[in-house]
């Protein structure tokens, strides 16, 4: 039970720090279907091990786009927050 209540405190976090960016990605010009299809399959990359998830993620990864940085600084920052 833990894991699911941590992986749903996780998502919760995810989401309310995008909306919160929403404002800034905009101005910035972000794809933000990229950004958010980027996200959602990292969330569900850390639910289920599976492989074709991780190997989409890791080809978004690779393109070094200002999503894929946007993204990777989203997923750090939602270990800072305390919901």
Do not use: G
């Not at 405190?9 to 990229?34: C, D, F, G, Y």
């Not at 950004?35 to 070094?64: A, G, P, Q, R």
């Amino acid at each position: 039970m833990q894991m699911v209540t941590t992986t749903m405190v996780n998502s919760q976090k995810l989401w309310m720090v995008v909306k919160r960016m929403e404002p800034h990605l905009i101005r910035n010009q972000a794809n933000m279907e990229k950004l958010l299809k980027m996200l959602m399959i990292h969330d569900v990359s850390d639910d289920v091990s599976n492989s074709d998830n991780k190997e989409l993620w890791s080809e978004f990864e690779s393109n070094e786009t200002y999503e894929a940085k946007v993204a990777h600084a989203i997923i750090r920052l939602i270990d800072q927050i305390e919901i």
